[in-house]
């Protein structure tokens, strides 16, 4: 062999050797690259840790900055971000991926999995459930969603953070611009990017052509750049053109490389630091104004939960109250009125000019009818039989007479209906009309704020009413005891003094000994307790009364009701001698006619005494009560309120931000009119031609050059139309700053009004209450009152003016009250001083007391009606319950869509569990940074990046899949899942005792 073929032989093996680590680093460069967690760990890294710079003041400090939602959360995902199972398709929409266009589509789309649902698959875990509410094979809930009891206002605000998407959709915008931030600082660092912007990259091309040559081309580049903060940059990049020539004349080895750098500094067109670090300056106050807004969010939050909410369905809970209570009583009245006009009426006269001669009143009728001839009247007395009518009209056959006699007859004997009763009846329709209706719109209220705190509208709940006890004016027990009262007609109506009954009238006098026990020994205590919380409230009471004439109202109110009280429990206590009186009555009526008669009309007379003493009794606590009501009153006054705002509304420091980030936008613009003036220095390094040594540069074959590069300002048009129209958003922003900041001190002007306003109304509905009971109460008396004509309507008006003024004065005070509290949540907001602590819960005494309600065992938690029985929603077989791939069949064959799933991913490996990203239980030894914390003591992980749902359980499926999601549901602060392996063996529940 040729000794020149030996030598460039071995000097290729040579070269190849030496530049082998120099092509596997570029190969390596070229095809490898970081994971999509990596990334997404990264950019958590980099986003969180800005989030807690700016977090700078504790105005704006927010306890939560992770994006991932509490696992308790209806809508946290429990697969791997990374590797997120498929969620369900629409089937139609499905054919469409399987085949677009008739083109076979991809095969892999469900290589990790299809999810079970949208939702949160075991968010339901946060009510707790029985074995019987899931399927031992798949671990699907079967059963109807549970139903909350009692819901309060700490259960109302946690569920807003768990499931609100308004506040998720908060904390991602938030993200989103200081996610946006770090691209911003990351322009200013050292980035992998060559000259002209190119990143690192490298090229082999392998040709062959026959006869002639066979060669292999390398070409890589390699550069660093660098933004400065005065507008100018430098960048570095070297490039490595390699030949391999294996056979020809040529065969051998040929490598150039080029060592390139440029400098350029701006001197007018974006030079300085003005322009230069303007997005880095609009993104830094961007992330700042979000964090902001996010402090504000969650003061709105807390506002909307409990003011827009909360407090209107207990007002609409009120309001139908009130409807019933009135319902009750017009029912009440429609009967005692039909009672009343039942009553034989006395003497009822009918015209009758003279009796005929041959007719002589017989004496079955002597002490019935009798013609009065003053009046020229056939005047009856009492009631009428039917016997009775019937030898009336036989008792002539003069026409005159018959006339008049059937005139009697027929007002007697006829069921006329009184027209009193026609009102109330009517009164009674339409209220009962007006209770569904409010029924009805207090259930689509309800359902909006479930929707409003993230829960289904099917999911059955109530609302916590303690907050309503104080518009309890009447005790039940007054309500009771009058209806007893008057349901005692029974017996003592069948006393009648024509004809006495010694034993009926015992039993009458028993009946109401009984009552009056219960009036003394029960409704006498529960109003002298309401007296003494009266006057204990007292001063205080006074002393939040500013004007000095409602004051002296008031004191005057309390004296006399409490000498009201007094009186009445002297004349109630007088009511014993009347016992003793019938008593001794009886006692003689066992021989003396007389004396019976007497017990008999003292009874009846006794009865009427006993119900409008409890009446009087329930009209004192109406007011004694209505005098309990309590707001929480704002002590603030108008000036501080305002200045107070003007110093801590977070949303007006953003909008004074924006005014000045509108003014920089000028001076930026105005730049783009200047000419392009820029300093160039740059050159080239380069390798010896002909040579095969990659790094063997020459000062002879490089080049360094220095330049000025000009670009005259002529064709300006669209620069300057930008300057002109930035001057003018200038201006804008400076009136929509003032405009704002008006309209601050209007809502702080209006609140204030609205609370004064209200606090005045509130004690003028106090004492429209206390009138319009009394007018009631003076209504029945003149209803009740015997010998009257109940068939003129007056009665019944002034029952139905009475309980409408009732129910008015009842819905008032309730609307007070709630508006009251509203206004109060929105002038703190308002004013921006409303701190939220972490469970979401504003720090002012009255919200605090509600944990110390809870921590003292009061039920306020979220209450969860059992189910007994729960069939299976869909029989099985009917749908797809896979949740990822099971390791153990690597599920071979068509998938749902028609692809054929072989159990393998793209890049040819299994898929199944054991490689699979499952949700897991972050390690107990893992660090938590304190500013991650979670307003429900949940921390899905450092918040650098971390997150629960990376760590890894092999070989889950079925019900373990939901038991290992059901262990990360659980927090320190929420209720514990009552659901754990029964034994080793998969798919046994039991419910911990």
């Not at 003011?307 to 319902?327: A, D, F, K, P, V």
């Not at 006890?469 to 109506?493: C, D, M, N, T, V």
């Amino acid at each position: 062999m040729d000794q020149t073929l030996i030598t460039e032989s071995r000097k290729t093996q040579r070269f190849f050797r030496g530049e082998s680590v120099f092509i596997a680093i570029t190969l390596i460069l070229t095809f490898s690259g970081c994971s999509q967690q990596f990334w997404r760990k990264q950019a958590d890294k980099d986003t969180y840790r800005i989030l807690d710079e700016k977090e700078s003041d504790p105005r704006w400090d927010n306890p939560r900055k992770i994006l991932t939602p509490d696992p308790r959360s209806r809508f946290f995902d429990p697969y791997p971000p990374d590797h997120e199972a498929m969620p369900p398709d629409d089937p139609a929409a499905a054919a469409d991926m399987q085949r677009p266009d008739g083109i076979p589509g991809y095969k892999g789309w469900h290589k990790y999995g299809r999810a079970l649902s949208v939702e949160n698959p075991i968010w339901l875990a946060n009510f707790e459930f029985t074995p019987e509410m899931v399927d031992e094979a798949t671990g699907e809930y079967i059963c109807p969603l549970p139903k909350i009891e009692n819901l309060t206002i700490l259960d109302a605000v946690e569920l807003s953070y768990l499931n609100g998407r308004e506040y998720q959709f908060q904390l991602e915008q938030t993200y989103l611009a200081a996610l946006a931030l770090t691209l911003e600082r990351f322009r200013f660092q050292v980035r992998y990017l060559g000259i002209g912007g190119g990143e690192p990259g490298s090229g082999l091309t392998y040709e062959n052509v026959p006869g002639v040559q066979d060669s292999l081309r390398n070409n890589s580049r390699f550069g660093v750049s660098q933004l400065l903060p005065t507008g100018g940059q430098w960048a570095m990049e070297l490039a490595n053109n390699t030949l391999w020539i294996f056979s020809g004349p040529n065969a051998g080895t040929n490598s150039a490389s080029i060592l390139s750098y440029r400098l350029v500094q701006p001197l007018l067109l974006n030079a300085g630091r003005k322009i230069a670090l303007e997005g880095l300056t609009q993104a830094e106050r961007d992330v700042l104004y979000s964090v902001r807004d996010l402090a504000r969010f969650r003061k709105s939050l807390f506002v909307d939960t409990v003011g827009g909410g909360y407090l209107g369905l207990l007002t609409q809970m009120q309001s139908i109250r009130n409807q019933e209570y009135n319902i009750s009583q017009l029912e009440r009245q429609v009967i005692e009125l039909r009672v009343n006009a039942g009553a034989p009426p006395g003497n009822l006269g009918a015209e009758l000019e003279t009796l005929p001669v041959e007719l002589v009143i017989p004496d079955s009728l002597a002490d019935k009818v009798r013609f009065d001839e003053i009046q020229k009247e056939l005047v009856w007395s009492g009631a009428m039989s039917a016997e009775q009518a019937q030898e009336l009209t036989s008792l002539s056959d003069d026409e005159l007479f018959l006339k008049t006699a059937r005139e009697l007859v027929q007002y007697l004997r006829s069921e006329v209906t009184p027209f009193d009763v026609i009102q109330i009846e009517s009164r009674l329709a339409s209220s009962r009309i007006n209770l569904l209706t409010s029924r009805q719109r207090y259930q689509e209220s309800l359902d909006s704020y479930k929707i409003q705190l993230g829960l289904p509208p099917d999911f059955e709940m109530t609302i916590d009413d303690s907050g309503l006890e104080q518009f309890e004016l009447i005790a039940p027990l007054f309500e009771r005891l009058l209806g007893e009262i008057e349901a005692s007609i029974a017996i003592i109506g069948l006393l009648d003094n024509q004809a006495p009954d010694l034993e009926q009238t015992k039993l009458a006098l028993t009946e109401l000994e009984r009552l009056y026990k219960i009036l003394i020994e029960e409704g006498i205590p529960l109003v002298n307790i309401d007296a003494e919380k009266v006057q204990q409230n007292k001063p205080e009471r006074l002393a939040n009364i500013k004007d000095e004439e409602t004051r002296d109202r008031i004191l005057s109110t309390m004296v006399r009701d409490a000498e009201q009280l007094v009186n009445l429990k002297g004349e109630i206590s007088a009511l014993s001698r009347s016992f003793d009186r019938i008593r001794k009555y009886l006692e003689q009526g066992e021989s003396d006619q007389d004396s019976l008669v007497k017990a008999i009309e003292e009874t009846l007379d006794l009865r009427e005494d006993l119900l409008v003493k409890a009446q009087g009794m329930q009209v004192i606590q109406v007011g004694l009560r209505s005098e309990l009501i309590d707001i929480n009153r704002y002590e603030f006054n108008l000036n501080d309120s305002i200045g107070l705002a003007l110093e801590n509304r977070l949303d007006l420091m953003n909008q004074r931000g924006s005014v000045m980030d509108a003014r920089r936008t000028v001076d930026v613009i105005a730049n783009r009119l200047k000419s392009a003036v820029d300093v160039v220095v740059e050159g080239d390094i380069r390798t010896e031609p002909g040579t095969s040594r990659p790094f063997d540069f020459s000062g002879q074959s490089s080049s360094h050059r220095v330049g000025v590069q000009f670009t005259a300002p002529l064709d300006q048009v669209a620069e300057r139309n930008q300057y002109r129209a930035a001057q003018v958003n200038y201006q804008r922003a400076r009136r929509d700053y003032m405009e704002f900041e008006d309209n601050v001190k209007l809502q702080i002007r209006t609140s204030w009004r609205d609370l004064q306003v209200l606090e005045q109304n509130l004690e003028t509905a106090r004492q429209s209450l206390r009138i319009n009971v009394l007018q009631y109460d003076q209504a029945v008396e003149e209803s009740n009152a015997p010998g009257g004509n109940t068939n003129s309507g007056v009665r019944g008006r002034n029952l139905i003016d009475a309980l409408n003024n009732i129910l008015d004065s009842q819905n008032r005070l309730v609307l007070i009250w709630a508006n009251y509290e509203r206004s109060r949540l929105a002038i703190y907001r308002d004013m921006g001083i409303m701190e939220i602590d972490e469970q979401g819960m504003w720090i002012d005494p009255f919200y605090q007391r509600l944990y110390d309600s809870q921590d003292a065992g009061i039920d306020s938690g979220i209450g969860i009606e059992p189910n007994q029985f729960c069939p299976p929603l869909t029989p099985a077989g009917e749908i797809d319950l896979t949740l990822l791939p099971l390791s153990e069949t690597k599920l071979t064959g068509p998938n749902d869509y028609g692809n054929d799933s072989s159990g393998k991913n793209e890049s040819g490996s299994d898929v199944g569990f054991e490689h699979a990203d499952v949700p897991g239980i972050p390690p107990a030894s893992q660090e938590e940074r304190p500013f991650v914390a979670d307003p429900l003591r949940w921390s899905p992980g450092a918040g650098f990046g971390d997150d629960v749902r990376d760590g890894g359980v092999s070989d889950l499926r079925g019900p373990d899949f939901f038991r290992e999601l059901g262990g990360i549901s659980q927090s320190d602060s929420g209720r514990k899942v009552p659901l754990v392996p029964a034994s080793e063996q998969h798919g046994r529940f039991v419910v911990p005792e």
